[in-house]
Protein backbone atom coordinates (compact mmCIF):
# COMPACT_ATOMS: atom_id res chain seq x y z
CA UNK A 1 0.00 0.00 0.00
CA UNK A 2 0.97 3.45 -0.97
CA UNK A 3 0.38 5.92 2.07
CA UNK A 4 0.01 9.63 1.25
CA UNK A 5 -0.14 12.91 2.28
CA UNK A 6 -1.68 15.76 0.33
CA UNK A 7 -0.40 19.36 1.18
CA UNK A 8 -3.37 21.84 0.26
CA UNK A 9 -6.61 19.37 -0.02
CA UNK A 10 -8.78 22.32 -0.14
CA UNK A 11 -8.65 23.43 -3.76
CA UNK A 12 -10.29 21.90 -6.81
CA UNK A 13 -7.05 19.81 -7.74
CA UNK A 14 -6.91 18.98 -4.04
CA UNK A 15 -10.43 17.56 -4.24
CA UNK A 16 -9.50 15.61 -7.24
CA UNK A 17 -6.86 13.70 -5.80
CA UNK A 18 -8.78 12.57 -3.16
CA UNK A 19 -11.75 11.61 -5.53
CA UNK A 20 -9.11 9.44 -8.23
CA UNK A 21 -7.48 8.45 -5.05
CA UNK A 22 -10.55 7.02 -3.07
CA UNK A 23 -10.85 4.56 -6.29
CA UNK A 24 -7.45 3.11 -6.27
CA UNK A 25 -6.69 -0.15 -5.01
CA UNK A 26 -3.17 0.81 -3.94
CA UNK A 27 -3.22 3.80 -2.31
CA UNK A 28 -4.16 5.14 1.52
CA UNK A 29 -4.21 8.68 2.07
CA UNK A 30 -2.91 9.03 5.48
CA UNK A 31 -2.99 12.93 5.94
CA UNK A 32 -4.30 16.17 4.28
CA UNK A 33 -3.19 19.30 5.46
CA UNK A 34 -5.06 23.29 5.56
CA UNK A 35 -4.01 25.58 8.26
CA UNK A 36 -7.30 27.92 7.74
CA UNK A 37 -9.33 24.69 8.00
CA UNK A 38 -7.84 22.49 10.56
CA UNK A 39 -9.83 20.12 12.37
CA UNK A 40 -12.75 20.19 9.66
CA UNK A 41 -13.86 16.48 8.29
CA UNK A 42 -12.44 15.89 4.45
CA UNK A 43 -16.10 15.07 4.15
CA UNK A 44 -17.74 17.86 5.57
CA UNK A 45 -16.28 19.94 3.26
CA UNK A 46 -16.64 17.83 0.30
CA UNK A 47 -20.30 16.19 0.81
CA UNK A 48 -19.58 14.17 -2.44
CA UNK A 49 -16.26 12.00 -0.66
CA UNK A 50 -18.77 11.09 1.71
CA UNK A 51 -18.00 7.39 2.77
CA UNK A 52 -14.90 7.24 1.18
CA UNK A 53 -13.22 9.14 3.88
CA UNK A 54 -12.78 9.04 7.36
CA UNK A 55 -9.92 11.93 7.34
CA UNK A 56 -9.71 15.40 8.57
CA UNK A 57 -7.98 18.28 7.50
CA UNK A 58 -4.75 19.43 10.02
CA UNK A 59 -2.45 22.15 10.24
CA UNK A 60 1.05 20.79 8.20
CA UNK A 61 3.34 20.71 11.48
CA UNK A 62 0.92 17.75 12.83
CA UNK A 63 0.97 15.88 9.61
CA UNK A 64 3.83 13.36 9.96
CA UNK A 65 4.50 13.81 6.16
CA UNK A 66 8.31 11.86 6.57
CA UNK A 67 5.89 9.23 7.46
CA UNK A 68 4.76 9.01 3.97
CA UNK A 69 5.70 7.27 0.59
CA UNK A 70 4.84 10.24 -0.99
CA UNK A 71 3.57 14.07 -0.44
CA UNK A 72 1.40 15.05 -3.57
CA UNK A 73 1.44 19.55 -3.38
CA UNK A 74 -1.57 20.61 -4.16
CA UNK A 75 -0.74 24.23 -3.35
CA UNK A 76 0.15 27.69 -4.48
CA UNK A 77 3.43 28.03 -6.07
CA UNK A 78 6.59 28.60 -3.53
CA UNK A 79 4.79 25.67 -1.19
CA UNK A 80 6.76 22.34 -2.26
CA UNK A 81 10.18 24.03 -2.34
CA UNK A 82 9.34 25.32 0.85
CA UNK A 83 9.35 21.67 1.87
CA UNK A 84 11.54 19.86 -0.08
CA UNK A 85 14.48 19.91 1.64
CA UNK A 86 13.31 18.28 4.90
CA UNK A 87 10.52 15.68 3.00
CA UNK A 88 13.58 13.94 0.26
CA UNK A 89 16.64 13.27 2.72
CA UNK A 90 13.65 11.32 4.66
CA UNK A 91 13.33 9.56 1.56
CA UNK A 92 9.81 10.70 0.53
CA UNK A 93 9.05 11.05 -3.33
CA UNK A 94 7.49 14.31 -4.04
CA UNK A 95 4.61 15.22 -6.63
CA UNK A 96 4.62 18.99 -6.71
CA UNK A 97 1.16 20.52 -8.92
CA UNK A 98 2.62 23.65 -8.85
CA UNK A 99 5.13 25.05 -10.64
CA UNK A 100 8.44 24.60 -8.17
CA UNK A 101 10.26 22.00 -9.79
CA UNK A 102 8.95 22.69 -14.10
CA UNK A 103 11.32 24.95 -14.97
CA UNK A 104 14.70 24.01 -15.00
CA UNK A 105 16.79 27.34 -15.11
CA UNK A 106 16.21 29.22 -11.32
CA UNK A 107 16.31 32.49 -13.08
CA UNK A 108 13.17 31.66 -15.32
CA UNK A 109 11.20 30.85 -12.30
CA UNK A 110 12.08 33.97 -10.24
CA UNK A 111 11.27 36.02 -13.33
CA UNK A 112 7.72 34.85 -13.80
CA UNK A 113 6.73 33.59 -10.55
CA UNK A 114 8.23 36.37 -8.73
CA UNK A 115 10.12 34.59 -6.38
CA UNK A 116 13.76 33.21 -5.63
CA UNK A 117 13.51 29.65 -5.69
CA UNK A 118 14.68 27.67 -2.59
CA UNK A 119 16.42 25.20 -3.30
CA UNK A 120 17.64 24.63 -6.79
CA UNK A 121 20.06 22.02 -5.83
CA UNK A 122 17.26 19.88 -6.14
CA UNK A 123 15.60 21.47 -8.82
CA UNK A 124 18.49 20.26 -11.17
CA UNK A 125 17.04 16.41 -10.49
CA UNK A 126 13.33 17.32 -10.28
CA UNK A 127 11.60 15.28 -13.58
CA UNK A 128 9.07 16.81 -15.80
CA UNK A 129 6.28 14.39 -15.30
CA UNK A 130 4.78 13.85 -18.97
CA UNK A 131 4.76 9.77 -18.54
CA UNK A 132 3.95 10.00 -22.47
CA UNK A 133 7.71 11.95 -22.83
CA UNK A 134 9.56 10.94 -19.44
CA UNK A 135 8.22 8.27 -18.73
CA UNK A 136 11.67 6.17 -17.92
CA UNK A 137 12.78 9.34 -15.41
CA UNK A 138 9.55 9.65 -13.77
CA UNK A 139 9.63 5.95 -12.36
CA UNK A 140 13.12 6.89 -10.90
CA UNK A 141 12.39 10.13 -9.82
CA UNK A 142 12.22 11.22 -5.69
CA UNK A 143 10.33 14.80 -7.36
CA UNK A 144 8.21 14.98 -10.01
CA UNK A 145 6.90 18.31 -11.52
CA UNK A 146 3.27 17.57 -12.41
CA UNK A 147 3.15 20.05 -15.92
CA UNK A 148 0.31 22.19 -16.41
CA UNK A 149 -2.84 21.96 -17.81
CA UNK A 150 -1.82 23.96 -20.63
CA UNK A 151 1.32 22.93 -21.13
CA UNK A 152 0.35 18.93 -21.70
CA UNK A 153 -2.10 19.49 -24.41
CA UNK A 154 0.02 21.96 -26.48
CA UNK A 155 3.21 19.55 -25.95
CA UNK A 156 1.62 16.28 -26.47
CA UNK A 157 -0.32 18.16 -29.37
CA UNK A 158 2.78 19.52 -31.13
CA UNK A 159 5.18 16.44 -30.24
CA UNK A 160 4.85 14.11 -33.23
CA UNK A 161 5.58 16.76 -35.58
CA UNK A 162 8.54 17.70 -33.98
CA UNK A 163 10.60 14.91 -32.79
CA UNK A 164 9.74 14.07 -36.60
CA UNK A 165 10.98 17.53 -37.93
CA UNK A 166 8.45 17.83 -39.55
CA UNK A 167 7.19 21.56 -39.53
CA UNK A 168 9.00 25.30 -39.30
CA UNK A 169 9.87 26.00 -35.52
CA UNK A 170 9.23 29.22 -35.76
CA UNK A 171 6.14 30.13 -36.70
CA UNK A 172 4.32 27.68 -34.07
CA UNK A 173 0.54 28.98 -33.07
CA UNK A 174 -1.42 27.36 -30.03
CA UNK A 175 -4.91 28.58 -29.70
CA UNK A 176 -6.03 27.55 -26.28
CA UNK A 177 -9.42 27.86 -24.26
CA UNK A 178 -9.80 26.63 -20.78
CA UNK A 179 -13.08 26.31 -18.47
CA UNK A 180 -12.87 28.26 -15.15
CA UNK A 181 -11.48 25.67 -12.61
CA UNK A 182 -8.29 26.02 -14.62
CA UNK A 183 -8.26 29.52 -12.68
CA UNK A 184 -8.58 27.38 -8.62
CA UNK A 185 -10.64 27.73 -5.93
CA UNK A 186 -10.67 31.16 -5.20
CA UNK A 187 -12.96 34.00 -4.99
CA UNK A 188 -11.87 36.83 -7.58
CA UNK A 189 -14.71 38.56 -9.72
CA UNK A 190 -13.64 37.85 -12.95
CA UNK A 191 -14.65 33.88 -11.83
CA UNK A 192 -17.46 34.58 -10.63
CA UNK A 193 -21.25 33.51 -12.47
CA UNK A 194 -22.18 36.52 -13.90
CA UNK A 195 -18.74 37.45 -15.23
CA UNK A 196 -17.73 34.38 -16.74
CA UNK A 197 -20.72 32.91 -17.87
CA UNK A 198 -22.21 33.66 -21.42
CA UNK A 199 -18.78 35.52 -22.29
CA UNK A 200 -15.77 34.56 -23.95
CA UNK A 201 -12.50 36.34 -23.71
CA UNK A 202 -8.88 36.20 -23.86
CA UNK A 203 -6.40 36.83 -21.23
CA UNK A 204 -2.12 36.73 -20.41
CA UNK A 205 -1.89 38.05 -24.01
CA UNK A 206 1.30 39.94 -23.10
CA UNK A 207 2.79 36.78 -21.07
CA UNK A 208 1.67 33.84 -19.67
CA UNK A 209 3.25 31.97 -16.96
CA UNK A 210 2.54 28.56 -18.48
CA UNK A 211 4.27 29.91 -21.84
CA UNK A 212 8.27 28.84 -20.49
CA UNK A 213 7.30 25.92 -19.43
CA UNK A 214 5.67 25.18 -22.90
CA UNK A 215 8.39 26.65 -24.95
CA UNK A 216 11.23 24.70 -22.96
CA UNK A 217 9.41 21.07 -23.06
CA UNK A 218 9.15 21.87 -26.71
CA UNK A 219 12.65 22.58 -27.25
CA UNK A 220 13.57 19.30 -25.67
CA UNK A 221 11.46 17.59 -28.53
CA UNK A 222 12.54 19.78 -31.21
CA UNK A 223 15.82 19.38 -33.80
CA UNK A 224 15.83 23.43 -33.91
CA UNK A 225 14.72 26.18 -31.63
CA UNK A 226 10.77 27.05 -31.15
CA UNK A 227 9.52 30.01 -31.36
CA UNK A 228 5.64 29.89 -29.70
CA UNK A 229 2.59 31.94 -29.94
CA UNK A 230 0.52 31.08 -26.88
CA UNK A 231 -3.20 32.61 -26.54
CA UNK A 232 -4.78 31.33 -23.80
CA UNK A 233 -9.02 32.19 -23.36
CA UNK A 234 -11.36 31.77 -20.44
CA UNK A 235 -14.20 29.83 -21.60
CA UNK A 236 -17.70 30.04 -19.65
CA UNK A 237 -17.22 25.96 -18.87
CA UNK A 238 -16.36 24.57 -15.57
CA UNK A 239 -13.70 21.98 -16.60
CA UNK A 240 -11.83 21.23 -19.91
CA UNK A 241 -9.36 22.40 -22.45
CA UNK A 242 -9.18 22.38 -26.33
CA UNK A 243 -6.06 23.62 -27.35
CA UNK A 244 -6.27 24.21 -31.58
CA UNK A 245 -2.26 24.01 -32.63
CA UNK A 246 -1.04 25.22 -35.94
CA UNK A 247 2.49 24.92 -37.70
CA UNK A 248 4.04 25.41 -40.74
CA UNK A 249 4.42 21.86 -42.56
CA UNK A 250 7.70 21.21 -44.55
CA UNK A 251 6.33 18.89 -46.67
CA UNK A 252 2.39 19.24 -47.35
CA UNK A 253 2.00 15.40 -48.51
CA UNK A 254 3.04 14.56 -45.01
CA UNK A 255 0.53 11.35 -43.70
CA UNK A 256 -0.51 13.44 -40.39
CA UNK A 257 -2.52 10.85 -39.30
CA UNK A 258 0.16 8.19 -39.90
CA UNK A 259 2.47 10.15 -37.91
CA UNK A 260 0.22 10.35 -34.93
CA UNK A 261 -1.11 7.24 -34.49
CA UNK A 262 2.85 5.40 -34.74
CA UNK A 263 3.90 8.27 -31.74
CA UNK A 264 0.86 7.51 -29.48
CA UNK A 265 0.27 3.57 -30.26
CA UNK A 266 0.14 1.59 -27.08
CA UNK A 267 -0.83 4.72 -24.98
CA UNK A 268 -3.18 4.39 -22.23
CA UNK A 269 -4.16 8.11 -22.08
CA UNK A 270 -3.74 9.52 -25.48
CA UNK A 271 -6.06 9.08 -28.03
CA UNK A 272 -5.63 9.72 -31.60
CA UNK A 273 -9.06 10.02 -32.92
CA UNK A 274 -9.74 9.18 -36.63
CA UNK A 275 -9.55 11.43 -39.82
CA UNK A 276 -12.14 13.96 -39.96
CA UNK A 277 -12.85 13.81 -36.01
CA UNK A 278 -13.58 17.14 -33.67
CA UNK A 279 -13.15 16.20 -30.19
CA UNK A 280 -14.50 18.18 -27.86
CA UNK A 281 -14.01 18.91 -23.51
CA UNK A 282 -17.25 16.77 -22.71
CA UNK A 283 -15.89 13.86 -24.43
CA UNK A 284 -12.96 13.79 -22.00
CA UNK A 285 -14.49 15.53 -18.68
CA UNK A 286 -13.41 13.52 -15.47
CA UNK A 287 -11.30 11.23 -17.42
CA UNK A 288 -7.17 10.73 -17.80
CA UNK A 289 -7.26 11.03 -21.24
CA UNK A 290 -6.33 13.39 -23.78
CA UNK A 291 -7.80 13.19 -27.25
CA UNK A 292 -6.16 14.28 -30.48
CA UNK A 293 -7.51 15.08 -34.08
CA UNK A 294 -5.18 16.66 -37.06
CA UNK A 295 -6.54 17.94 -39.79
CA UNK A 296 -4.69 19.83 -42.83
CA UNK A 297 -7.14 22.24 -44.09
CA UNK A 298 -7.28 22.52 -47.80
CA UNK A 299 -5.28 24.75 -50.10
CA UNK A 300 -2.77 25.34 -46.73
CA UNK A 301 0.12 23.79 -45.92
CA UNK A 302 -0.64 23.89 -42.13
CA UNK A 303 -1.15 21.19 -39.94
CA UNK A 304 -3.94 21.59 -37.66
CA UNK A 305 -4.14 19.74 -34.26
CA UNK A 306 -6.68 19.45 -31.94
CA UNK A 307 -6.25 18.12 -28.36
CA UNK A 308 -9.01 18.29 -25.59
CA UNK A 309 -8.42 17.27 -22.08
CA UNK A 310 -9.95 17.45 -18.50
CA UNK A 311 -8.00 20.39 -17.02
CA UNK A 312 -8.30 18.85 -12.98
CA UNK A 313 -7.85 15.33 -14.38
CA UNK A 314 -4.70 14.71 -17.11
CA UNK A 315 -3.87 18.16 -16.95
CA UNK A 316 -3.70 18.02 -13.36
CA UNK A 317 -4.85 15.52 -10.44
CA UNK A 318 -4.99 12.24 -12.74
CA UNK A 319 -1.43 13.00 -14.14
CA UNK A 320 0.07 13.08 -10.69
CA UNK A 321 -0.92 9.63 -10.21
CA UNK A 322 -0.46 8.32 -13.23
CA UNK A 323 3.13 9.64 -12.13
CA UNK A 324 2.82 8.10 -8.87
CA UNK A 325 1.52 4.90 -10.47
CA UNK A 326 5.35 4.95 -12.40
CA UNK A 327 7.31 5.69 -9.47
CA UNK A 328 6.15 2.75 -7.28
CA UNK A 329 6.00 0.27 -10.11
CA UNK A 330 2.01 0.20 -10.67
CA UNK A 331 0.71 -0.27 -13.97
CA UNK A 332 -0.05 3.30 -15.32
CA UNK A 333 -3.73 3.17 -15.37
CA UNK A 334 -4.65 1.59 -11.74
CA UNK A 335 -7.18 3.80 -10.67
CA UNK A 336 -7.50 5.81 -13.62
CA UNK A 337 -9.07 3.78 -15.72
CA UNK A 338 -12.88 5.27 -15.73
CA UNK A 339 -14.38 6.30 -18.90
CA UNK A 340 -15.53 10.28 -19.09
CA UNK A 341 -18.42 11.32 -18.06
CA UNK A 342 -21.65 12.35 -19.82
CA UNK A 343 -23.59 14.62 -20.18
Request: proline fraction near 8%.
Amino acid sequence: MITIGIVGGTGYTGVELLRLLAAHPHAEVRAITSRKDAGTRVAQMFPSLRGHYDLAFCDPKDARLADCNVVFFATPHGVAMSQARELVPAGVRIIDLAADFRLADPATFERWYKMPHACPELLEEAVYGIPEINRDAVRGARIVANPGCYPTSVQLGFLPLLEAGLVDTRYLIADCKSGVSGAGRKAELSLTFAEASDNFAAYGVAGHRHLPEIVQGLNRASREPVRLTFTPHLTPIIRGILATLYAPLRDPDTDLQAVYERRYSGEAFVDVMPPGSLPDTRGVRASNVLRIAVHRPPDSDLALVIAVLDNLVKGAAGQAIQNMNLMFGLPETTGLAAPPVMP
